[in-house]
């Protein structure tokens, strides 16, 4: 009788702890389908080339925006040490980056649009598999990930004005902040239910647009 009636507490324990971590799963879901509105893909009205253009960006460019948070839970839920954290941040940030001057360089590719929308359910699946038991599956979806950024950096390189220095400062600040924050939430959460939250955000912003 002792250790039945053990093990149907630990049952319940268990089952309260999963349906805190799918409540808070949940909410985080909630807050990022209510960011999708009707302006998500457009960026009217955007000059490309002042410091506070660069800050404002990715927060008003809801694709981006997804895309960049969703980078950031990737990396926390991984709870990796603070210098690979840093280093993935840093490699996100160099393909953002490399995208912006390389839209500016080569200008207009019909594909790139495309590839942003692709990113944001691409990044879901491989917000899955950093679950995966499989180190080399983890590790393809880090590269993945990484390499959709360029897609959204050559997005503002395209209408970029002669001169970027200030605007991709700005960007690279508030990019950073952005997956940072990801991370912090994912590191939190932890969860590959995460990214049905992302994919579902990612739907409601394509009807939205």
Request: aromatic fraction near 8%; glycine fraction near 10%; charge should be positive.
């Amino acid at each position: 009788m002792k250790t039945s009636a053990a093990v149907t507490q630990h049952n319940i324990l268990k089952t309260r702890k999963g349906s805190g971590r799918y409540l808070r799963t949940g909410a985080i879901a909630t807050v990022l389908s209510l960011a999708t509105p009707a302006v998500a893909f457009a960026h009217p009205g955007h000059d490309h080339h002042s410091f506070s253009a660069g800050l404002t960006h990715p927060i008003t460019g809801f694709d981006h925006l997804i895309m960049l948070l969703a980078f950031g839970l990737l990396i926390g839920c991984l709870s990796l040490n603070k210098a690979k954290t840093a280093g993935l941040l840093g490699a996100g940030i160099l393909s953002l980056l490399v995208g912006l001057f390389a839209g500016q360089a080569l200008g207009y590719a019909a594909f790139v649009e495309p590839m942003i929308i692709a990113s944001l359910f691409v990044v879901s699946v491989c917000l899955w598999q950093v679950f995966n038991p499989s180190a080399k599956k983890v590790t393809a979806a880090l590269s993945v990930s990484v390499g959709l950024l360029f897609f959204h950096g050559y997005a503002h390189g395209v209408e970029a004005a002669s001169s970027l220095s200030q605007f991709a400062l700005g960007m690279t600040a508030t990019a950073a902040t952005l997956v940072l924050c990801g991370s912090v939430v994912g590191r939190w959460i932890s969860s590959k239910w995460l990214s049905v939250g992302i994919a579902s955000a990612s739907a409601l912003l394509m009807i939205a647009a």
